[in-house]
């Protein structure tokens, strides 16, 4: 009696082992949480800003695109870049690169198949508003996006 309960409670586990790897085999994906991470942005002036002719720190707003629930991602760091002015550029410019971090950001390990329903998560229009800081007036130089290739021009939003 001892063997045949031993063989059973075994057939038990064997079968109960196959159904848990067919289920966890039937989705090609999960949500996991990522390490943090640091992603270069795009950036755009905030709808209404008015840069007065001595400002030289303004607000910039990032759309961060991260899911509900998830701890808020937060500016990490700015590159600023000031050219001079020149025949070129007769205002100058500041090329601003803007970077966000996500501490613990929700990420999709796996593959979504066909027919399967898709991880819908990021791009929530949530955003995260910043200052940046230039040597000069921003209301006398033209302000570039550092995110794009080539720097795509940031004009006020009325």
């Keep these: 009696m001892e063997g045949i309960g031993r063989w059973f409670a075994g057939t038990l ?3 109960g082992g196959i159904l848990a790897f067919g289920a966890a085999g039937a989705s090609g994906w999960e949500y996991v949480t990522g390490p943090p991470k640091v992603v270069e942005v795009a950036w755009n002036l905030p709808y209404g800003i008015e840069l007065g002719p001595k400002q030289r720190r303004f607000e910039i707003y ?3 695109g991260f899911c509900s629930g998830e701890p808020h991602p937060v500016f990490d760091h700015f590159e ?29 390990r796996g593959e979504v198949r066909e ?6 998560c990021a791009g929530l229009g949530y955003g995260i508003t ?8 921003a209301a006398r130089v033209a302000l570039f996006d550092g995110h794009a290739t080539p720097p795509r021009r940031v004009h006020l939003r009325p």
């Design 13 to 15: 586990a064997l079968a």
């Design 62 to 64: 990032v759309d961060s």
């Design 80 to 108: 600023v870049a000031e050219k001079p002015k020149s025949s070129r550029r007769p205002r100058g410019a500041a090329v601003i690169t803007a970077y966000i971090r996500f501490p613990a950001p929700t990420e999709v």
């Design 115 to 120: 027919g399967e329903p898709s991880p819908a």
């Design 130 to 137: 910043g200052h940046v800081r230039l040597k000069r007036p």
